[in-house]
């Protein structure tokens, strides 16, 4: 049976996410608890990666996103540097890949066309950010204060943290949006496999 590069995408990221899975048990850090937050989501995008028709880039790219996420294990979350901070960061990112993976399903088997498309994606990316900050914030109610997804994070010192976030989600989106429409321009359909 040949493996797929989607599945090897699956095994290399779960094999990654156990072992900052174990690292988080024996620091006691809070991101223990994100470890099957995480893997639900990386096992569900790929078990419908047929039905979206997910690219294995894609895939890729979001596991990327889970894994520097959980990097937060080891306190990137608190990395500011100027303007950049990591949070803000990984936040964007999530909008663009989110953005490339809905425009690909949205093109190959999705309702929508033309611009409505767009509007489509951006309103799943904001829902998606709505429901992850509604989760931490349930988290941070049930568990207590303190870093990732259940809890509100090092990151999440301000007031404005669930905005701000919200519209990095935003802007990774938009950014998201305007590169796959660059990428049409330049790749017209017949030459690109993507």
Not at 19 to 48: N, Q, R
Not at 68 to 80: D, E, S
Not at 156 to 176: H, R, S, Y
């Amino acid at each position: 049976m040949k493996t797929t590069a989607e599945k090897r995408i699956l095994i290399v990221t779960t094999c990654i996410l156990v072992a900052l899975e174990i690292f988080s048990l024996t620091t006691d850090s809070h991101y223990k608890w994100d470890f099957l937050f995480l893997m639900l989501l990386l096992y569900a995008v790929y078990l419908l990666r047929e039905k979206i028709r997910l690219h294995p880039l894609h895939y890729f790219l979001f596991a990327l996103f889970l894994v520097l996420h959980n990097l937060g294990t080891f306190g990137t979350y608190g990395w500011k540097q100027g303007l950049w901070e990591y949070d803000l960061l990984v936040h964007s990112y999530f909008g663009f890949v989110s953005a490339l993976m809905l425009l690909r399903a949205y093109r190959e088997v999705g309702p929508y066309r033309g611009y409505i498309k767009y509007i489509a994606v951006v309103a799943l990316i904001l829902g998606f950010s709505a429901f992850h900050e509604l989760f931490e914030f349930a988290g941070a109610l049930t568990v207590g204060e303190g870093e990732g997804v259940l809890f509100v994070g090092a990151g999440d010192l301000d007031e404005w943290d669930t905005q701000k976030d919200m519209f990095n989600n935003l802007w990774g989106g938009i950014i998201g949006i305007l590169f796959y429409k660059l990428k049409d321009v330049f790749l017209p359909k017949r030459k690109r496999k993507s």
